[in-house]
């Protein structure tokens, strides 16, 4: 089972800068990774009350009606295979592509600026706004940059090299990176660089987690950690130990992690699923959701929740007990592979 796992590790190594999407079949007669109905969406943000959509190899879309119907909006982004967007304090909107770097508008999506200046590497994995900072996962560890401004810099030393799938922050100015291969790492204002959180980081088989993909803070403070296949883990002393909490879920791979007043929602390759136990007990939330790889997850408001998948977009408004599919006017067909626009 070791060698096993050895092997999948590796592998993932390998292929972890690439989304989902370019992998993920949805049964025996699903398309191949190009050939898809809706287009993949990989990220999710809302903007004064307008949805961004950013899918793998179509750009970014828009909707002003909840999902209902969508529009292109991404005029001045050069890479149509978008990673991870996010909405900062002031409403400008961020996206960050699969290798070309970040882009914003301030014009609610009609034209897109480049800002990458100071970025080692243009694969931006995670996007994460809080206050007037924007900070960025990248492949060659975390940047952040002050709202307003065009240059971008390093957190701290200890990341090189390293990609960043996920970014979270405590309340306490504490930042947390989830990364490829070196599991969590956290960096305190007042400290002297990343260290390395791995005690209890550890699945079924006593192996130690090091590919992180998804990370969210709960209003209590506590952390949760989404693994490339080895399921959710929670801390509650700020990274120092971590516990398993997902044993009872069907799937291992979680792409994303929301925390609200009501549970704990994950999203994973087979589905989104609830806890509001700590992971003792899991409810599937599948009803209408065709598409069960679901890559990203976010909650509008209170019990009103997006999901982008696979094959396209859906949407909630009871908490997630059912879902309609919202794919008018996203673009689907053949998607072009990265690789042939390196």
């Not at 398309?31 to 179509?58: E, H, M, N, R, V």
């Amino acid at each position: 089972m070791r060698i096993r796992h050895s092997l999948i590790a590796f592998v993932s190594l390998l292929l972890c800068g690439l989304p989902d999407a370019v992998f993920a079949q949805q049964g025996p007669g699903a398309a191949g990774p190009f050939d898809q109905q809706a287009t993949s969406i990989q990220a999710l943000t809302i903007s004064d009350q307008a949805l961004y959509a950013g899918s793998f190899g179509f750009g970014i879309f828009r909707s002003d009606d909840r999902g209902t119907t969508w529009t292109k909006s991404g005029e001045g982004v050069t890479d149509p295979f978008i990673l991870s967007l996010v909405t900062a304090k002031d409403g400008t909107v961020y996206v960050g592509t699969f290798r070309g770097g970040v882009f914003r508008t301030r014009d609610k999506g009609k034209t897109w600026q480049p800002v990458s200046r100071g970025l080692k590497r243009q694969e931006i994995k995670a996007l994460l706004a809080v206050g007037d900072v924007i900070y960025a996962g990248t492949a060659d560890g975390a940047y952040r940059l002050v709202a307003g401004h065009d240059r971008w810099a390093v957190v701290t030393t200890g990341l090189d090299e390293i990609l960043v799938h996920a970014l979270a922050q405590a309340s306490d100015g504490t930042l947390y990176a989830g990364t490829s291969g070196k599991g969590v790492l956290r960096f305190k204002p007042d400290g002297a660089g990343w260290v390395r959180m791995r005690q209890g980081l550890k699945d079924h088989e006593g192996m130690i987690e090091n590919f992180i993909r998804a990370l969210t803070i709960d209003a209590e403070g506590s952390i949760y950690a989404g693994t490339f296949d080895g399921g959710v883990f929670r801390s509650t002393d700020a990274g120092t130990t971590w516990k398993a909490i997902s044993r009872a879920l069907p799937n291992d791979s979680i792409r994303s992690i929301v925390s609200n007043s009501r549970g704990l929602f994950v999203a994973t390759g087979y589905g989104i699923y609830k806890t509001v136990d700590h992971g003792r007990q899991w409810v599937p939330l599948n009803n209408g959701l065709t598409s069960l790889s679901v890559q990203v997850l976010i909650e509008s408001a209170p019990g009103t929740f997006y999901a982008g998948t696979n094959a396209g977009a859906f949407r909630s408004d009871d908490d997630g007990k059912s879902w309609t599919v919202i794919n008018q006017g996203l673009e689907g067909g053949v998607a072009p592979p990265p690789f042939l626009f390196r």
